[in-house]
Nanobody, 129 residues
């Protein structure tokens, strides 16, 4: 059974940093595509970044590009989201998701919730002004 477990969330002041981790297991092979999503109360879940197993193929939405960095360690079956220059509007529950899909689909559809059948339980990030 596929399992994803997020960790690293917490409370920080604006301008601070956090690094989220997503440990995945249950695949015979490393998860081809890992996505990070977030959801604030009253808002839809938003795909913010995705990374393919080659570690260099990455996708970001504009609002986090240049501030967040996605990475993965395939030997450790773990993906990361380094978040810098955090803003109050970054406050949300953050989720990672995984699926075995080709590289181009990961880049083109990595921000879409319906792309991924496997999800973690989420980790809360709160940024105060």
């Amino acid at each position: 059974q596929v399992q994803l477990v997020e960790s690293g969330g917490g409370s920080v002041q604006a301008g601070g940093s956090l690094k989220l981790s997503c440990a995945y297991s249950g695949y015979e092979y490393s998860s081809d595509c890992i996505g990070w999503f977030r959801q604030s109360p009253g808002k839809e879940r938003e795909g913010i970044a995705a990374i393919y197993r080659d570690r260099t193929s990455q996708f970001y939405i504009d609002s986090v590009s240049g501030r967040f960095a996605i990475s993965r360690d395939n030997a450790k079956d773990t993906a990361y989201l380094q978040m810098n220059s955090l803003k109050p509007e970054d406050s949300a529950m953050y989720y990672c998701a995984a699926y075995d899909i080709p590289r181009l689909r990961c880049l083109r559809e990595g921000g879409a919730e319906e792309t991924f059948p496997y999800w973690g339980q989420g980790t809360q990030v709160t940024v105060s002004a």
